[in-house]
């Protein structure tokens, strides 16, 4: 078996195990630190191949799902428990009755309405200072 050939078949599975522990840990750094590669090769693979980048990005979203699905579940434990944090968390985050609040009240008048003579000194004034230097100018 030619050298290249050895190379190709161990970054193959060195791939195929990084993409299995980014769905079981969806951190870049502590997935190669579990397979044994070094971050800049994850990155050079990652630059060379557009398949395994986008395999990469999946394996990704499929970690976080897993991840999500377990702080959900502890959650779930701490309000079997009673804890009041938990409890309060899980209301404000998914129930309406109990979400956070915040009420605008207020009015917008939005009249068109002519400058003063003062007003259009200001803004003329303002365009000079500014990079539009022709403003106005006709």
Do not use: H
């Not at 990005?57 to 799902?65: H, P, Q, S, V, Y």
């Not at 009041?84 to 109990?98: E, G, H, V």
């Not at 068109?112 to 803004?123: F, G």
Request: charged content about 30%.
């Amino acid at each position: 078996m030619s050298r290249q050939k050895t190379i190709s078949m161990r970054q193959t599975k060195l791939k195929q195990a990084m993409l299995e522990q980014l769905k079981r840990t969806p951190i870049l750094e502590a997935a190669c630190d579990k397979v044994g590669i070094n971050r800049t090769t994850l990155y050079r693979w990652t630059k060379t191949s557009k398949q395994f980048a986008q395999d990469v990005e999946i394996a990704l979203i499929e970690g976080r799902f897993f991840i999500s699905d377990i702080a959900e579940s502890q959650v779930l434990a701490l309000i079997k428990a009673g804890k009041m944090d938990a409890i309060r968390f899980w209301l404000t985050n998914n129930s309406p009755r109990y979400a956070n609040k915040l009420e605008l009240s207020g009015s917008v008048n939005n009249a068109d309405k002519e400058l003063s003579a003062e007003q259009k000194a200001l803004v003329r004034k303002a365009f000079k200072l500014s990079s539009f230097k022709n403003y106005g100018k006709k």
